[in-house]
């Protein structure tokens, strides 16, 4: 097998290890660091990429052409970027990183997750990979501050936890998010359907309130950046994510992102932070990628005081879930309110709840589309707009069925109309 092969998918001997190992600190040694600082990320892997080809051909071991272009991106790659993760951040198709210790890695691609064979030479070289990234966010990470939430130069969110936190050594969580997709995408992809993309589409541009509920890896933060693309240009939208994972195309776009306390515990800035300094911002919208705490009852009252047309997700497993979520997640504000109160917020701020879910085929499909028409203050009224009836799991594990729409609640079409919005589909008995 060729060198490149057993380099980049089979697990590497130690032989190997020790080979990049030891050119690895021959290149450190021709380089000037400093100078080698001041360039470009692209062009220290030029630089050193020469340097290395000239080394390789004074005292290098002999191999063809191939084999040797693909020694020399292994060992800038365990110079400069993060070892052998470097293919898998390569590839696109991968959606996931989850690194177990030096020797047990995951990816996961089209929604299913399957052990690659690569591994680390050593505990030590994990943990280096590990400063690696979170020294670019100047952050640390040992037995005093044994987690960290960080963001890669290109994008992806990492978590990091390490003993003795995590019992069986230190555990990388990488997660690449795909391209912003348009709804109509979603609608070709199998993710909804057109006619409720439609009326989806409809209730934003009305500037209506929208929940996006979902469990974890379901799809809400895609579903949430294909909404909000329908967000009229001219208007003024403030982001406010904990990592920064939105897209927008809008030209008038302010981005918010929470930041995490320092090592001597202070400096943090929470969500609830960026939501009530954007309220003096001036937004048209307010985005919120996740609702996970207090800021959940200023997102509310921003939603009763004028800034309609606000998007959020929340992690639930139905829309009525939904709801019941966002009265918790409320009540954990320095503000305490009776539970009717808090019920009341929400009925008067919620008017669509989307809910999605990851098949066991690993497609995400929007399962249900509510209607929020509460009316009293002591309970949650839903009414739906569309549900996914799943037909029974065939032999091929593959998850079919279709969507089903339902009468558009007369207020809610009401409510559209006045905004210059009609949508098709069936109307409610004894409404028109």
Do not use: W
């Not at 960080?150 to 391209?179: Q, Y």
């Not at 997709?181 to 992809?189: C, M």
């Amino acid at each position: 097998m060729a060198l490149r092969d057993r380099l980049a998918q089979q697990p590497a001997s130690t032989d190997e290890h020790d080979l990049v190992a030891a050119y690895r600190e021959r290149l450190l040694e021709e380089v000037d660091v400093d100078e080698l600082a001041r360039l470009a990320p692209n062009q220290r892997r030029v630089r050193l990429e020469r340097v290395l080809s000239r080394i390789l051909s004074l005292d290098g071991p002999i191999l063809s052409a191939r084999e040797r272009g693909s020694l020399v991106q292994r060992i800038v790659d365990d110079a400069l970027g993060l070892g052998v993760l470097e293919p898998l951040l390569a590839d696109e198709s991968i959606t996931e990183i989850m690194v177990n210790g030096p020797h047990d890695v995951f990816v996961e691609r089209a929604g299913r997750v399957e052990r690659v064979p690569v591994r680390f030479a050593s505990m030590d070289q994990l943990y280096q990979a590990i400063d690696r990234i979170v020294s670019t966010v100047n952050r640390r990470v040992d037995e005093s501050s044994p987690m960290v939430d960080a963001r890669l130069p290109t994008g992806e969110r990492v978590n990091v936890i390490i003993p003795p936190l995590a019992l069986d050594g230190p555990t990388l969580t990488i997660r690449r998010f795909p391209a912003p997709y348009r709804l109509g995408e979603l609608v070709e992809k199998g993710s909804l359907d057109r006619a409720t993309a439609a009326l989806l589409g409809a209730c934003v541009r009305a500037r209506m309130n929208v929940i996006v509920s979902g469990g974890t890896g379901s799809g809400k933060t895609t579903f949430l950046n294909a909404l909000s693309g329908l967000i009229p240009d001219h208007e003024r939208i403030v982001t406010i994510e904990d990592a920064a994972e939105l897209s927008l195309q809008q030209s008038h776009v302010v981005r918010l992102e929470s930041r995490p306390a320092n090592v001597e515990g202070r400096g943090a800035v929470t969500i609830r932070d960026l939501v009530r300094n954007s309220l003096r911002m001036r937004p048209d919208r307010i985005v919120v990628g996740e609702c996970r705490g207090g800021e959940a009852l200023d997102m509310l009252q921003a939603m009763n005081t004028g800034h309609d047309g606000s998007l959020a997700t929340v992690h639930a497993n139905s829309a009525i879930d939904a709801l019941g979520r966002l009265e918790t997640l409320a009540s954990m504000s320095d503000v305490e309110l009776p539970v009717a109160t808090l019920r009341d917020q929400i009925n008067s701020a919620v008017d669509v709840v989307v809910q999605l879910e990851r098949g066991v085929d690993g497609g995400r499909r929007v399962v249900e589309v509510q209607a929020v028409v509460s009316q009293r203050r002591d309970d949650y009224a839903l009414v739906p707009l569309m549900t996914f009836e799943a037909e029974s799991l065939g032999p091929d594990r593959v998850v079919r069925g279709r969507f089903a729409l339902h009468p558009v609640p007369a207020a809610l079409r009401e409510q559209l109309a006045r905004a210059g919005e009609a949508v098709a589909g069936p109307v409610e008995e004894g409404a028109g």
